[in-house]
C-alpha cells in the first residue's frame, strides 16, 4: 500500500463518521420536535384567539363549541378567552401600531387604533371540567396584545379597553 492511498482511507472515513454524525443529529432532532410537538407561541395565538370566519354571533352555544374544537377545555377549563373576528394581516398590523407596556410589566405589547369585533368567552359557574360550559358576550373594542418574534407577530392577547 501507498502511503498516499492510506491517507485518502483515512480521509474517507473521517467523512463518513461525519456524515453518520450528522444524519443521527438530524434523526434525534426530529425525534425530539414529534416528541415535544410544541407549537409556536404565534400558532398558539391563533389557535386561542382568531377566528376571522365567524362574525360575532349571539349564538349561546359559540364559545362551548369554539374553547372545545380550540383545545382550550383539556386537562382543565380555560376560565376566559377572547376570539377575534377580524382578518390575520389586520391582526397582525396591531403589532406596528402604539407601543405600550403589557399587564404583566413587559413592554412589547401593542393597542390597536380601530376597535375590532370580538367574542369574549367566560366560564359558567356551574361549568365544571370536563363539561366545560360559558357564556358569551360580542363586543367592539380596541385590542392590546403581545408581540414577538422575526415576523413580529402577536403571541398573547392582553387585553380589550
Ligand atoms: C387539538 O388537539 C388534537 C389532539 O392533540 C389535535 O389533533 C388538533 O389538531 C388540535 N386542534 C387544534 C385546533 O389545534
Ligand atoms: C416599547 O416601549 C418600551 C418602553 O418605552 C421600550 O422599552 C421598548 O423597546 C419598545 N418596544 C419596541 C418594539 O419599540
Known amino acids: 500500500m501507498l502511503p498516499c492511498a492510506?491517507?485518502?482511507e483515512a480521509t474517507m472515513a473521517l467523512k463518513g463518521s461525519h456524515l453518520m454524525l450528522l444524519?443521527?443529529?438530524l434523526f434525534l432532532a426530529e425525534l425530539?420536535?414529534?416528541s415535544t410537538g410544541k407549537e409556536s407561541p404565534s400558532k398558539k395565538f391563533q389557535r386561542q384567539h382568531?377566528?376571522?370566519?365567524n362574525s360575532a354571533s349571539d349564538d349561546t352555544k359559540y364559545c362551548d363549541h369554539m374553547m372545545k374544537a380550540r383545545n382550550?377545555?383539556?386537562g382543565r377549563?380555560?376560565?376566559v378567552n377572547t376570539f377575534i373576528h377580524e382578518p390575520k394581516e389586520i391582526v397582525d398590523a396591531v403589532c406596528r401600531e402604539t407601543n405600550i407596556t403589557c399587564k404583566n410589566g413587559?413592554?412589547?405589547c401593542y393597542q390597536s387604533s380601530q376597535p375590532m369585533s370580538l367574542t369574549h368567552c367566560r366560564q359558567t359557574g356551574a361549568s365544571k371540567y370536563p363539561n366545560c360550559q360559558y357564556r358569551g358576550s360580542d363586543i367592539t373594542k380596541q385590542i392590546i396584545v403581545a408581540c414577538e418574534g422575526n415576523p413580529y407577530v402577536p403571541v398573547h392577547f392582553?387585553?380589550?379597553?
Open 77 to 79: 377549563c380555560k376560565p
Open 106 to 108: 413587559q413592554s412589547n
Open 50 to 53: 382568531m377566528d376571522p370566519e
Open 158 to 161: 392582553d387585553a380589550y379597553v
Open 23 to 25: 444524519l443521527l443529529g
Open 32 to 34: 425530539v420536535h414529534q
Open 6 to 8: 492510506k491517507m485518502s
Open 72 to 74: 382550550m377545555t383539556k
